[in-house]
T-cell receptor, first 114, second 114 residues
Framework: GAVVSQHPSRVICKSGTSVKIECRSL??????MFWYRQFPKKSLMLMAT?????????EQGVEKDKFLINHASLTLSTLTVTSAHPEDSSFYIC??????????FGEGSWLTVV | QKEVEQNSGPLSVPEGAIASLNCTYS??????FFWYRQYSGKSPELIMF????GDKEDGRFTAQLNKASQYVSLLIRDSQPSDSATYLC??????????????FGRGTQLTVWP
């Protein structure tokens, strides 16, 4: 079974609203998680590194005020897309790193902004 | 984003043939290299990782790394129709960076026909 769970797997929201995506490590504690975005027929693009108890580190070109990341516990990181617009519609995937430096990916979350 | 380039494909091979997937990367600081397989609408699955120059074999899969040429490849022997998927090359800056912070290529779509 999945060791990293994302929720929701699919979400539709109205333009201008905010939506939160959760990433949970089920069997291990993850001090570091990562968020990616993937547009159709494109590759995964790293958005940010989420560190438990501290601020996320964003990749160049990713708006930190639009994509809010919170990593409040060792098993949960959340990505909130604020004031979502249709161009934010994408597949959002998280990954989590174990203490043994193994990376597990979540199942992904499809966001559609209408 | 660090540049990771893959031959765009699509690559089509007959069942039983060897499929060769190639990847180049721009950052000489890259320390670890990964091949993932991704089915449409799903999250990536790790096939292999390689850290050192040379070949690494795992079953039907062989990863080859040449850091001097900044080149990494994946060979799939005895290709099966079930191998049909998009193959993603990913690199990680290990030194001074966070393990798991992966930069992906656009992927090569492989089709293995019976």
């Amino acid at each position: 079974g999945a060791v990293v769970s994302q929720h929701p797997s699919r979400v539709i929201c109205k333009s201008g609203t905010s939506v939160k995506i959760e990433c949970r490590s089920l069997d291990f504690q993850a001090t570091t998680m990562f968020w990616y975005r993937q547009f159709p027929k494109k590759s995964l693009m790293l958005m940010a590194t989420s560190n438990e108890g501290s601020k996320a580190t964003y990749e160049q070109g990713v708006e930190k005020d639009k994509f809010l990341i919170n990593h409040a516990s060792l098993t949960l990181s959340t990505l909130t897309v604020t004031s979502a617009h249709p161009e934010d519609s994408s597949f959002y995937i998280c990954s989590a790193r174990t203490a043994g430096n193994t990376i597990y990916f979540g199942e992904g979350s499809w966001l559609t902004v209408v | 984003q660090k540049e990771v380039e893959q031959n765009s494909g699509p690559l089509s091979v007959p069942e039983g043939a060897i499929a060769s997937l190639n990847c180049t990367y721009s950052d000489r600081g890259s320390q670890s290299f990964f091949w993932y397989r991704q089915y449409s609408g799903k999250s990536p699955e790790l096939i292999m990782f390689i850290y050192s120059n040379g070949d690494k074999e795992d079953g039907r899969f062989t990863a080859q790394l040449n850091k001097a040429s900044q080149y990494v490849s994946l060979l799939i022997r005895d290709s099966q129709p079930s191998d049909s998927a998009t193959y993603l090359c990913a690199v990680n800056l290990h030194r001074g960076s966070t393990l798991g912070r992966l930069y992906f290529g656009r992927g090569t779509q492989l089709t293995v026909w019976p």
